[in-house]
């Protein structure tokens, strides 16, 4: 697994309410923070009972490049 460098940003900001499209269901973006997201994987947009993840941003970034992810909103 290859990490992302401090100074390397993504090509798009990640925001809260952000909705991400993978093959596997969704990411929701519910919280935003300096150094961490909060996030939930969902089957299906609709759904709303998940778990909320905390992750770092530049490894939520990686996750989403490795899968595929579309921004959907």
Not at 59 to 70: D, E, I, K, P, R
């Amino acid at each position: 697994m290859q990490h992302m460098s401090a100074e390397t940003k993504p090509v798009v900001a990640l925001r809260a309410g952000q909705l991400w499209r993978t093959e596997d269901g969704c990411i929701l973006i519910t919280e935003q923070g300096e150094k961490i997201i909060g996030y939930r994987k969902l089957r299906d947009p609709q759904q709303r009972a998940a778990l909320t993840n905390l992750i770092r941003p530049e490894a939520l970034v990686c996750y989403l490049s490795q899968v595929g992810a579309v921004l959907a909103n």
